[in-house]
């Protein structure tokens, strides 16, 4: 049987199997690999970190760099007072509030970035201006979750990008960063810390671990696909003709 399915016409029937297990079985190991990152990053606890220049992490136009979850950074730009944003449904110590989010272009770059400023019990805030530095907590914005129902107001239910953007007149980073020091006077608000920021989902680090077998389920049924293909060809290529349908031909002469 082997023997016979090494003959150059069944060759394209072997080579889409290799071809299609190959990349189905790749993908499943990258999406292992993602799996494992991403338990990876949500064990380490860079919080206490030395802050580093938000420039060796990330660009306005690339994506989060999940390693660096939590990481502090430090940036420097320009308050964009007139797209200061209020995040609904913040608690500090039980009470429910606000957070105070406001962008800063950040220099050297045409994008932006959200700050949480601080929380406040109310929708307003001092609004800042001029040039500023930020130390703080680099964060992912958020998924899935509420809409904004009223997107002409400065209330916003979630730090999530597609909403924000409604808000800023620039582009913005993917990302925000919680603000732990801000140069220039105080503004009243009350800071937020790291154990009030909603925890970032881990259906993402699943999701990735059930793609990977579901590359390899593929891997397994192209391979079956190939192995029934290969039993047919051989059947077919070795099936004795019927004796009867002689006899019959026979009988007809």
């Not at 293909?229 to 019927?242: G, I, K, M």
């Given at each position: 049987m ?26 499943g190991?990258?999406?292992?690999d ?6 990876a990053?949500?064990?380490r ?14 660009s ?35 009470e ?8 800063v ?5 045409e ?5 949480v400023?601080?929380?406040?019990p109310?929708?307003?805030a ?9 130390t ?5 914005t958020e998924g ?21 953007v ?20 105080p503004?009243?608000?009350?800071s ?16 990735n ?27 077919v ?17």
């Amino acid at each position: 049987m082997f023997v016979m399915l090494l003959r150059p016409r069944y060759w394209p029937g072997h080579l889409a199997m290799v071809v299609c297990v190959s990349i189905a079985v790749g993908l499943g190991v990258w999406q292992l690999d993602a799996w494992q990152t991403r338990r990876a990053d949500a064990a380490r606890d860079i919080s206490n970190d030395a802050p580093v220049a938000l420039a060796t992490l990330m660009s306005g136009d690339s994506p989060f760099p999940g390693r660096s979850l939590g990481r502090p950074v430090t940036l420097s730009g320009t308050w964009m007072s007139d797209s200061t944003v209020y995040v609904s449904d913040r608690f500090r110590k039980k009470e429910r509030g606000y957070w105070v989010v406001t962008p800063v272009k950040v220099d050297g770059s045409e994008s932006a970035m959200p700050v949480v400023r601080g929380w406040a019990p109310e929708p307003k805030a001092p609004a800042p201006s001029g040039d500023v530095t930020v130390t703080g907590w680099l964060q992912a914005t958020e998924g899935s979750g509420p809409i904004d129902e009223d997107p002409h107001d400065d209330v916003i239910p979630m730090m999530r990008l597609a909403t924000l953007v409604e808000h800023v007149d620039a582009d913005l980073f993917s990302a925000y960063v919680v603000a732990r020091d801000v140069s220039g006077a105080p503004d009243g608000l009350e800071s937020v810390t790291l154990a009030a920021i909603p925890e970032v989902s881990g259906f993402t680090a699943l999701r990735n671990f059930l793609y990977a077998i579901e590359w390899w389920v593929f891997a397994a049924f192209a391979f079956f696909v190939w192995f029934r293909w290969c039993r047919d060809s051989y059947e077919v290529a070795t099936a004795v003709p019927d004796e009867d349908d002689g006899n019959d031909e026979d009988t007809d002469a």
